[in-house]
C-alpha cells in the first residue's frame, strides 16, 4: 500500500499550509493604515528638507529618506506582529520593538549607500561624502525613528487600556443584570410560601371550626393555584395577569369572610397589557387583607384600581382599604420590603410605592411607575 498522499490531498495540505504561512502576510499589511503610511511618508519628506542644504540632489535625498521611512515603518509593524512563541521571555515587546527600530535605521542607510556605489565597499569607506552622509541620515533615522516608535507604543498601549477597560465594564454590567435576576428570584421565592402559608392557615381554622364554608374554600384554593401557579416565575407579566389573580384571591377571600369582606375593582383596561412584576399587586391585596379586614369586627371594603395618567403619563395602581388604618400597617414585613426591591429591580427608579391613610380610616398603597 502506497503511503504518498493523493493528488487531492496534497492540493488541501498545500492549500492550508499555504493559507497558515499566509497569515502573518496578512496581519503586516493589514497594519499598514493610512494614518501609519501617512506619518511614514511625512518623516522622509521632513527628513529630506532638513538635509536638502548639506546633499546635491534633493531627488536623491528624498528618495532615500522615503525608503528608510517605508523600512522603519515595516521593522516596527513586523516587531509588533512577531508571535511570542519567537520573542525571549525576558525581552518585553517593546524593548525589542526599540531595538529592532534602532537596528534598522544604520543598517537600511547602509544598504542605500552601498546599493548606490553598485556595492562596493572600499569606494564607500573612501568616500568622505558619504560616509558623512550615511552618518546624517542614520543618526536622523535613529533618533525620529526611536521618537515615533515611542510614541506609537504609548498610543497603542493607552488604546488597548481604553479597550480593557471597555471590557471590564461590559462584564461588571453583566454580573450585575446576573445578580439582580438572582436577586429578582430569590424575593419571589421568598413571596411564594408567604402567601400560601397564609391561605392554608386561613383554611385550616376554617376546617377545624367546622365551617361548611371550608370545602368551597378549599376547592376555590386549589382552583386558585392551578392558576397561579404557573404564573409565579413569569418574567413578562402584566397589569392584567396580576389582575386576574388579585380577582381569584379576592373571590377566595370572600369566601372564607362573606360578612367582612367587600371589593372592587376600577380598573383601566388599557393598561392590562403593561409590563408588571408578577405578585406585586397580590402582595398589597393580601395586606389589605391580612391588616384591614382581618382585625376589624365590621370587616373592611377593598379597593384595587389602575388608572393612567395622560398628561405625564404616569401608571398608578392602588390597593385601598377601609380597615383600622396605617397604624396597623405601622411596622411592614417582609412581603412591602421585598416589594420595593422588585419594584427597584424591575422598573428602576421610575417606580415608587406610597402609603398613606384613608379618611375617615383605612390604609392606601399606591404604585406609581413613571414613563421611561
Known amino acids: 500500500m502506497s503511503s504518498h498522499p493523493s493528488p487531492g490531498e496534497t492540493g488541501r495540505h498545500g492549500s492550508a499550509a499555504a493559507a497558515v504561512a499566509a497569515r502573518p502576510a496578512r496581519r503586516l499589511f493589514d497594519s499598514l493604515n493610512a494614518v501609519s503610511l501617512g506619518v511614514a511618508i511625512g518623516f522622509g519628506v521632513v527628513a529630506a528638507v532638513l538635509f536638502s542644504p548639506i546633499f546635491v540632489s534633493f531627488p536623491v535625498l528624498l528618495g532615500r529618506t522615503l525608503f528608510l521611512a517605508m523600512l522603519l515603518l515595516l521593522t516596527f509593524v513586523g516587531a509588533q506582529q512577531l508571535p511570542e512563541r519567537h520573542l525571549p521571555r525576558w525581552l518585553p515587546r517593546w524593548v525589542f520593538t526599540l531595538i529592532a527600530v534602532g537596528l534598522a535605521a544604520p543598517l537600511g542607510t547602509f544598504v542605500i549607500y552601498l546599493g548606490s556605489l553598485g556595492g562596493d565597499l572600499g569606494a564607500f569607506l573612501k568616500s568622505e561624502p558619504h560616509v558623512s552622509g550615511f552618518i546624517l541620515i542614520a543618526c536622523a533615522g535613529i533618533i525620529l525613528g526611536l521618537i515615533i516608535t515611542l510614541t506609537a507604543l504609548v498610543r ?133 387583607v391580612r391588616h384591614g379586614a382581618d382585625p376589624s369586627e365590621q370587616g373592611a371594603e377593598i379597593e384595587v384600581g389602575t388608572r393612567r395618567d395622560h398628561a405625564t403619563g404616569t401608571h398608578h395602581l392602588w390597593v385601598s382599604d377601609t380597615g383600622p388604618g396605617l397604624a396597623e400597617h405601622s411596622a411592614p414585613g417582609t412581603g412591602l420590603a421585598n416589594l420595593r426591591e422588585r419594584l427597584q429591580g424591575h422598573f428602576g427608579g421610575r417606580a415608587e410605592l406610597r402609603l398613606s391613610e384613608n379618611v375617615p380610616h383605612g390604609l392606601r398603597a399606591e404604585i406609581a411607575v413613571r414613563p421611561a
Open 156 to 288: 497603542e498601549r493607552e488604546a488597548r487600556a481604553r479597550s480593557q477597560a471597555l471590557l471590564f465594564e461590559l462584564e461588571r454590567s453583566r454580573l450585575e443584570r446576573q445578580a439582580l435576576d438572582a436577586r429578582l428570584a430569590l424575593l419571589t421565592a421568598q413571596i411564594e410560601p408567604h402567601f400560601l402559608f397564609n391561605t392554608l392557615a386561613n383554611v385550616q381554622a376554617l376546617v377545624e371550626s367546622g365551617s361548611p364554608r371550608a370545602a368551597p374554600v378549599l376547592q376555590s384554593l386549589i382552583a386558585y393555584l392551578r392558576a397561579a401557579m404557573p404564573r409565579l416565575q413569569e418574567r413578562e407579566a402584566t397589569v392584567g395577569r396580576e389582575l386576574a389573580l388579585v380577582r381569584a384571591y379576592l373571590e377566595l377571600m370572600a369566601m372564607r369572610m362573606p360578612d367582612r369582606l367587600r371589593y372592587t375593582l376600577a380598573t383601566d383596561p388599557a393598561l392590562d397589557s403593561e409590563p408588571f412584576p408578577p405578585m406585586a399587586l397580590l402582595t398589597l391585596v393580601e395586606n389589605a
